[in-house]
């Protein structure tokens, strides 16, 4: 295999990292695996691996944002760059010219956008001269959702398949002097495997709204204590006195013009944050949606007036089977309620009309809690190449992990529920 060099450069969004290649953007491996010939490459580009066998791969998973559409417009879109310090280098499994195993990977250079805040570790790195960056990274950016996991053709031995794809990580991070890789937001099942392959767990906190045999949103408020549930109602007609009418679209129902303006909406929710924005995605990446992905889209928009106007705020979400995911919001102004409305409430009565189990309303803060929405603990997995490293995190992990589980405890008992409350 050709040398590569890392050339990490200090940008305006951060550090960033490239991988180069004096000959072209795939590097092969052969291996052996029983008595079988497989052929490990690393491809810089999703493009240059064909749509069909990756999305039979990843198609059925629950999480849509394997899919091969999702992170090629991240690419070609020029959102996921090595300019913005996420240099794409996906490891793909073949048998013969059959794709059976990939995973979506990304060199970078920093910690930005990836919603697990990892700076403690790098500075005990640099406190041990240990380059902390660039580092690999399996997720998809951006989107702090769960379910990454290795992606395996089915009828293949995912055991000795994961086995491989881990040896070739590690490998691969050892050769070209990376810190380690990690694994974020990661499937729950796919977690102990991973972790009896060497990798450490670290705990997280996210918020999950689960659908427990709802018929309607008034079903949903009965769960509240008597307080929150006249709070709810409050908000939901605020709007109303206001004369804002919220309206629901999906797929092919979406307009074309609500794209560019959702751009300009998560530019502008964004940028209210400062350097603790994520904003990454480019216009053409909301330009693409519509064109690539809108199928998987639910877009919740407020009206003031007719429906037929230009929105006044809007929220983008996206849905695959049972599950939904919120992504971005924004809006022209500030509208008394409208956030809760258009991120939470309104996409809670469409999920329980539409069989929805599941709905990850993304990041964000605690107010979370008095709209219903349960803590939960998600992972990211870690191995790192310097043993110091490793045993450091190793050593302090099991408290670590306990005060995250405390704090999760600690927001669900401030669930305005009913039944909470007689507790």
């Known amino acids: 295999m050709s040398d590569l060099q890392f050339i990490t450069s200090q940008k305006s969004t951060g550090v960033s990292c490239r991988i180069n290649k004096t000959s072209g953007t795939r590097i092969e491996i052969m291996v052996k695996q029983h008595s079988s010939s497989l052929s490990i490459s690393w491809f810089q580009h999703i493009s240059e691996i064909d749509r069909k066998a990756w999305n039979t791969l990843a198609s059925p998973l629950p999480t849509p944002f394997f899919e091969w559409e999702w992170l090629r417009l991240m690419e070609t879109s020029r959102s996921v760059t090595a300019e913005t310090g996420w240099q794409p280098?996906?490891?793909?499994?073949?048998?013969?010219?059959?794709?059976?195993?990939?995973?979506?990977?990304?060199?970078?250079?920093?910690?930005?956008?990836?919603?697990?805040?990892?700076?403690?570790?790098?500075?005990?790195?640099?406190?041990?001269?240990?380059?902390y960056y660039p580092k690999l990274v399996g997720m998809s950016p951006f989107t702090p959702m769960l379910g990454y996991r290795f992606l395996v053709a089915p009828g293949e031995n995912e055991s000795a398949l994961t086995q491989l794809m881990v040896n070739e990580i590690n490998r691969f991070c050892r050769r070209f002097r990376l810190?380690?890789?990690?694994?974020?937001?990661?499937?729950?099942?796919?977690?102990?495997?991973?972790?009896?392959?060497?990798?450490?767990?670290?705990?997280?906190?996210?918020?999950?709204?689960?659908?427990?045999?709802?018929?309607?949103?008034?079903?949903?408020?009965?769960?509240?204590?008597?307080?929150?549930?006249?709070?709810?109602?409050?908000?939901?007609?605020?709007?109303?006195?206001?004369?804002?009418?919220?309206?629901?679209?999906?797929?092919?129902?979406?307009?074309?013009?609500?794209?560019?303006?959702?751009?300009?909406?998560?530019?502008?929710?964004?940028?209210?944050?400062?350097?603790?924005?994520?904003?990454?995605?480019?216009?053409?990446?909301?330009?693409?949606?519509?064109?690539?992905?809108?199928h998987r889209l639910v877009i919740v928009a407020a009206f003031e007036g007719h429906t037929n106007s230009s929105p006044l705020g809007m929220s983008m979400l996206v849905a695959k089977g049972d599950q939904l995911y919120g992504r971005y919001w924004g809006s022209a102004r500030t509208v008394n309620s409208l956030h809760f409305n258009a991120c939470y409430y309104t996409p809670i009565d469409w999920a329980i009309c539409n069989g929805i189990q599941r709905f990850d309303p993304g990041a964000g803060g605690a107010h979370k809690i008095r709209r219903g929405f349960t803590a939960v603990s998600n992972f990211s997995l870690h191995?790192?190449?310097?043993?110091?490293?490793?045993?450091?995190?190793?050593?302090?992990?099991?408290?670590?992990?306990?005060?995250?589980?405390?704090?999760?405890?600690?927001?669900?008992?401030?669930?305005?529920?009913?039944?909470?409350?007689?507790?």
Not at 183 to 195: A, E, N, T
Not at 204 to 212: D, G, K, M, R, Y
Not at 269 to 291: A, I, M, V
Not at 394 to 417: G, K, S, V, W, Y
Request: aromatic share 16%; charged share 25%; proline share 4%.
């Open 179 to 294: 810190s380690g890789s990690s694994f974020l937001f990661v499937d729950p099942q796919w977690q102990r495997k991973i972790v009896n392959l060497g990798y450490l767990g670290w705990m997280h906190q996210s918020f999950v709204w689960q659908n427990c045999n709802y018929n309607s949103f008034d079903d949903y408020l009965s769960i509240f204590n008597s307080n929150q549930r006249r709070n709810i109602k409050r908000e939901r007609k605020a709007l109303e006195k206001q004369g804002i009418t919220m309206k629901t679209f999906r797929g092919d129902d979406i307009p074309r013009t609500f794209f560019p303006l959702m751009y300009t909406f998560y530019r502008r929710t964004n940028d209210k944050f400062g350097p603790w924005g994520c904003r990454y995605l480019t216009e053409s990446f909301f330009d693409g949606l519509y064109h690539n992905f809108r």
């Open 89 to 131: 280098y996906h490891l793909t499994v073949w048998l013969g010219r059959k794709l059976v195993a990939a995973a979506p990977l990304y060199v970078k250079g920093h910690s930005a956008g990836e919603f697990v805040f990892d700076h403690v570790w790098a500075d005990v790195a640099g406190r041990l001269g240990i380059n």
């Open 383 to 423: 191995r790192f190449c310097d043993p110091r490293l490793s045993r450091i995190m190793e050593t302090h992990l099991d408290e670590i992990n306990r005060l995250e589980q405390e704090q999760i405890d600690a927001f669900n008992r401030e669930l305005p529920f009913a039944q909470q409350a007689k507790n």
